[in-house]
């Protein structure tokens, strides 16, 4: 069963950085396209970005443009989300999920997600 | 990338069946059979349930089925159950290649 297991999250302050990580098992990581979803306190899912199988194609939601980077490290099994100029709305449940195909498409299993909480 | 519409709520008595809608647009639902519904009960991640408009994983109830016509898809559970009551988010993928949500749909069992 496939295992995706998030870390990184915590308190910041706004215009501050951090970086998630997302360690992946139970599958053939370098194989499939990955996500990073987010969920703010009591409200619905908002998709941030999606990297391919091989990381040569990314693509991001509007809202964290230019402030997010999307990566993916296939030797360690790792999907990597590097947040800077952080905001009290970015305030999130942060997933990570595994997509069904080498480019994304839909996701089709999901980490239990780290909290990251943006405030002065 | 405006969200997909969903309804804010359903609900139906136990052996019912239920309908969520998820309307976009032919640039996301439209343009693609790339959609996928998830269940999400409280405080736990999301589960999917239907993907690629109507294929079931394997583990989910053969109660849960998936449909789609134009611009919008449809989740449909029969045969109501308690376990059933979640939030209920559908996906698209889109022509610039992102995904996109839905608002969610709370499910209630009454």
């Known amino acids: 069963q496939v295992q995706l297991v998030e870390s990184g999250g915590g308190v910041v302050q706004p215009g501050r950085s951090l970086r998630l990580s997302c360690a992946a098992s139970?599958?053939?990581?370098?194989?499939?396209?990955l996500h990073w979803v987010r969920q703010a306190p009591g409200k619905g899912l908002e998709w941030v970005a999606v990297i391919s199988y091989d990381g040569s194609n990314k693509y991001y939601a509007d809202s964290v443009k230019g402030r997010f980077t999307i990566s993916r490290d296939n030797s360690k099994n790792t999907l990597y989300l590097q947040m800077n100029s952080l905001r009290t709305e970015d305030t999130a449940l942060y997933y990570c999920?595994?997509?069904?195909?080498?480019?994304?498409?839909?996701?089709?299993?999901w980490g239990q997600g780290t909290l990251v909480t943006v405030s002065s | 990338q405006s969200a997909l519409t969903q309804p804010a709520s359903v609900s139906g008595s136990p052996g019912q069946s239920i309908t969520i809608s998820c309307t976009g647009t032919s640039s996301d639902v439209g343009g693609y059979s790339y959609v996928s519904w998830y269940q999400q009960h409280p405080g736990k991640a999301p589960k999917l349930m239907i993907s690629?408009?109507?294929n079931r994983p394997s583990g989910v109830s053969n109660r849960f089925s998936g449909s789609k016509s134009g611009n919008t898809a449809s989740l449909t559970i029969s045969g109501l159950q308690a376990e059933d009551e979640a939030d209920y988010y559908c996906?698209?993928?889109?022509?610039?290649?992102?995904?996109?949500f839905g608002g969610g749909t709370k499910l209630t069992v009454l």
């Open positions: 996906s698209s993928y889109t022509s610039s290649s992102t995904l996109v």
């Open positions: 690629d408009v109507s």
């Open positions: 139970r599958f053939t990581f370098s194989s499939y396209a």
């Open positions: 999920a595994k997509d069904a195909y080498t480019y994304g498409r839909g996701t089709v299993s």
